[in-house]
């Protein structure tokens, strides 16, 4: 009986750093988009700058 209760706790923390691990990445993954749209903007406004110098 011990050993089944110790198998089911190891299995609930498994879950529990397997979702936390997805949710990291999935939260990474929208923290890049946004990075990446960030950098095309500044990208967009250096090209606006250097035009307007030429």
Request: proline content about 0%; overall charge negative; aromatic content about 6%.
């Amino acid at each position: 009986m011990k050993a089944l209760a110790s198998s089911k706790r190891l299995r609930v923390r498994y879950m529990f750093v397997l979702t936390s691990f997805i949710g990291g990445l999935l939260g990474g993954c929208a923290t890049m988009e946004g990075a990446g749209k960030d950098i095309q903007t500044a990208g967009e406004a250096l090209e606006d700058a250097a035009e307007d110098n030429e």
